[in-house]
């Protein structure tokens, strides 16, 4: 079992940024891969991005150059620096983890993120 708190969501201007951060506990050592997804009112739940165990990372296209993603075993959190935000990443984000031998997935509970002027 994972457990996953998000923190750092909220209102910023277009062109602002943001960090998320997402603290797992439980079984840490049988997570895969950790990552970010969002989902927008009227709209399906997307990846943003992810990380895996070994470092490798993966960003949806409308993200690429904007959005870094990292993580910190020591700390077990994984965080999603946003910057140059615009209007329609307004959305809520979700932390995901992947975890054991069939990669199960776990989620948080959500933060929202709302871009506006």
Not at 17 to 32: D, W
Not at 80 to 103: F, R
Request: with cysteine; charged share 15%.
């Amino acid at each position: 079992q994972v457990h996953l708190v998000e923190s750092g969501g909220g209102l910023v201007q277009p062109g602002g940024s943001l960090r998320l951060s997402c603290a797992a506990s439980g079984s840490i050592s049988s997570i895969k891969a950790m990552g970010w997804y969002r989902q927008a009112p009227g709209k399906q739940r997307e990846l943003v991005a992810e990380i895996t165990s070994g470092g490798s990372t993966n960003y949806a296209d409308s993200v690429k150059g904007r959005f870094t993603i990292s993580g910190d075993n020591a700390k077990n959190t994984v965080n999603l620096q946003m910057n140059s935000l615009k209007p329609e990443d307004t959305a809520v984000y979700y932390c995901n983890a992947a975890a054991g031998y069939n990669w199960f997935y776990y989620w948080g509970q959500g933060t929202q993120v709302t871009v506006s002027s």
